[in-house]
């Protein structure tokens, strides 16, 4: 238990800088979105990298807040290392490809693209890893997130499905790997 609360307590951290980085963005005569991914252009590779911390709006912030802590938390479970390890790696992996596939002339923002890889990675890691705790976590990850399904398509103007779709295959790809790794004994 103590180690969820270690991980949720790191991902509330990361969304308490969040939450800052937009009150500068908000409050002072400056534009920090504008760091985010800008697909295939050289000049904004490193919006791959500070995307994720920046957000268009305080509904926008509000609604990856609790799904990046709670996901988070739980990614944290098996350890504060392998936190780390997924964040960075959905973060850079979702970011390029985002960076690579994406729609031109818009600037991709936002901590989804990671939720979705979180997410991804929770239910296909529960699912090939077939232990009772890594599967009630992936059923629990389908009936309160499930509904994240809706976001990879493209239904709402100026949200960046792409980040969505992205990232829960990035995700889905990396638990289908960790899982693998750790059943055989890796």
């Given at each position: 238990?103590?180690?969820?609360?270690?991980?949720g307590?790191?991902?509330?951290?990361i969304?308490?800088?969040?939450?800052?980085?937009?009150?500068?963005?908000t409050?002072?005569?400056?534009n920090l979105?504008?760091?985010?991914i800008?697909?295939?252009?050289?000049?904004?590779?490193?919006?791959?990298?500070?995307?994720p911390f920046?957000?268009?709006?305080l509904?926008?912030?509000?609604?990856?807040?609790?799904?990046?802590?709670?996901l988070?938390g739980l990614i944290?479970?098996?350890?504060?290392?392998?936190?780390?390890?997924l964040?960075m790696?959905?973060?850079?992996?979702?970011g390029?490809l985002?960076?690579?596939?994406?729609r031109?002339?818009?600037?991709?923002i936002?901590?989804?693209?990671v939720?979705?890889?979180?997410?991804g990675y929770?239910?296909?890691y529960?699912i090939?890893?077939?232990?009772?705790l890594?599967?009630?976590?992936s059923?629990?990850t389908?009936?309160?997130?499930?509904?994240l399904?809706?976001?990879?398509?493209?239904?709402t103007?100026?949200?960046s499905?792409?980040?969505?779709?992205?990232g829960?295959?990035?995700?889905?790809v990396?638990?289908?790997?960790?899982?693998?790794?750790?059943k055989?004994?890796?």
């Amino acid at each position: 238990m103590k180690q969820y609360l270690q991980s949720g307590k790191v991902s509330l951290i990361i969304m308490l800088i969040c939450t800052v980085i937009f009150a500068l963005n908000t409050l002072l005569p400056i534009n920090l979105n504008q760091f985010g991914i800008v697909p295939r252009s050289l000049s904004h590779l490193s919006g791959i990298v500070f995307a994720p911390f920046l957000h268009g709006s305080l509904s926008h912030l509000l609604s990856n807040f609790l799904p990046f802590v709670i996901l988070g938390g739980l990614i944290g479970l098996k350890s504060q290392k392998r936190f780390w390890l997924l964040f960075m790696l959905h973060v850079l992996s979702t970011g390029f490809l985002v960076w690579l596939f994406a729609r031109g002339n818009s600037v991709h923002i936002g901590m989804s693209g990671v939720i979705y890889a979180f997410w991804g990675y929770l239910i296909v890691y529960g699912i090939v890893r077939r232990q009772f705790l890594h599967i009630v976590i992936s059923v629990a990850t389908l009936l309160f997130y499930g509904g994240l399904v809706f976001g990879v398509l493209p239904t709402t103007p100026g949200v960046s499905f792409e980040s969505h779709l992205l990232g829960a295959i990035v995700g889905a790809v990396s638990g289908y790997y960790f899982a693998r790794l750790e059943k055989s004994g890796w």
